[in-house]
């Protein structure tokens, strides 16, 4: 989706799992977050890649920076599970929470947080963890 495309919230889930389709199959842990402006127009994606199967690094002061440089008004973040398994760790949890509280802090909203695993998607919105 080019910068500036507007999305409807219904459609939004779906469309994020087309923007991060690329880093569902990778070997490693590869953490991706696009920020979007009040009317969800893509302002911009950032790629955290890792050099680890089952653990990727996400400083959450960086994504809150970027969140702030973009003038973002939401963030949905996605990484994928190498193991086939979407299911969210108890990691992937306490991090989401940190996430949402430090951007709520912000004004920006975590919007979503997908886990894309073996061609299915765990959505924390969707399964009551955001």
Known sequence: MPPGATVRKLDAEH?????????RDLATEVAMFAYV???????????????DSDMVEVPVRMIVADALAFDAAGVVMAHNHPSGDPTPSEDDRALTRRLARALDAVGVRLIDHLVLAAGETASFRRIGLL
Not at 38 to 50: D, K, N, Q
């Open 15 to 23: 469309v994020a799992v087309a923007l991060f389709a690329p880093i």
């Open 37 to 51: 402006d009040p009317e969800w127009r893509l302002l911009g994606v950032r790629t955290r890649p890792s050099n």
